[in-house]
């Protein structure tokens, strides 16, 4: 079975730009959580989505937002970057049915110059 | 909301030696503790978990045990050899309700296995 995929690998963007990340998830995981990993801040929580719902959200500014499709496809969207939001962002996919065993994308690493 | 504290924030053993890493929690509806392993540049790989109705778990070289009442876990790894060098990630989670999808994570703990 193919693992969580994510895409772009790596992104370089400009202060003020926005930008769209992708993930695919394990295929029959209809949850998909989203995580900002950095050496300061460690891993925080994003949003989580289930069929095409988002049911739980951390607490990032309304510059962050998601949607998920109908195959389960997910994307995070990041409005008017900051230089504080260079980071790994990674995305986790599990069942959905609880929150057991999430297996992770490699993550999309996002510079912001 | 939860918190999860995790110490030692590094760790060097001797190949052969035993690791272990502790993790205290502070919701006490939290009933879900998964183990993370990331390797340099790597994703986080799930190693292990244990859910809130349950003690202990073991898998090989690998064991993790919960106390509910004190609120903390741990992880312990026997026979350490050196491609177990990476960070661990505790976390932790309340099934369902307002918690869907979301691991709270301990800060990692750098772990180096010297040959």
């Known amino acids: 079975k193919a693992g969580v995929t994510q895409t772009p690998r790596y992104l370089i963007k400009t202060r003020g730009q926005q930008v769209t990340l992708s993930c695919s998830p394990i295929s029959g995981h209809r949850s998909v959580s989203w995580y900002q990993q950095t050496p300061g801040q460690g891993l925080q929580f994003l949003f989580e989505?289930?069929?095409?719902?988002?049911?739980n959200k951390g607490n990032f500014p309304g510059r962050f937002s998601g949607r998920q499709f109908s195959n389960s496809r997910s994307e995070m969207n990041v409005s008017t970057l900051e230089l504080g939001d260079s980071a790994l962002y990674l995305c986790?996919?599990?069942?959905?049915?609880?929150?057991?065993?999430?297996?992770f994308g490699p993550g999309t690493r996002l510079t912001v110059t | 909301g939860e918190n999860v504290e995790q110490h030692p924030s590094t760790l060097s053993v001797q190949e052969g030696d035993s690791a272990v890493i502790k993790c205290t929690y502070s919701?006490?509806?939290?009933?879900?503790f998964p183990w993370y392993k990331q390797e340099l540049g790597k994703r986080p790989q799930l190693i292990i978990d244990?859910?809130?109705?349950?003690g202990e778990k073991k898998d090989q070289r690998i064991a993790v045990t919960l106390n509910k009442t004190a609120k903390h876990f741990s992880l312990h790894i026997t026979e350490t050899q050196p491609e177990d060098s990476a960070v661990y990630f505790c976390?932790?989670?309340?099934?369902?309700?307002?918690?869907?999808?979301?691991?709270?994570f301990g800060q990692g703990t750098i772990l180096t296995v010297h040959p």
């Open positions: 986790a996919s599990s069942r959905g049915t609880a929150v057991y065993e999430q297996y």
């Open positions: 244990i859910r809130s109705n349950v």
């Open positions: 989505y289930f069929s095409e719902t988002q049911r």
């Open positions: 976390a932790a989670s309340r099934t369902g309700g307002t918690s869907y999808g979301k691991l709270t």
């Open positions: 919701d006490s509806a939290s009933n879900y």
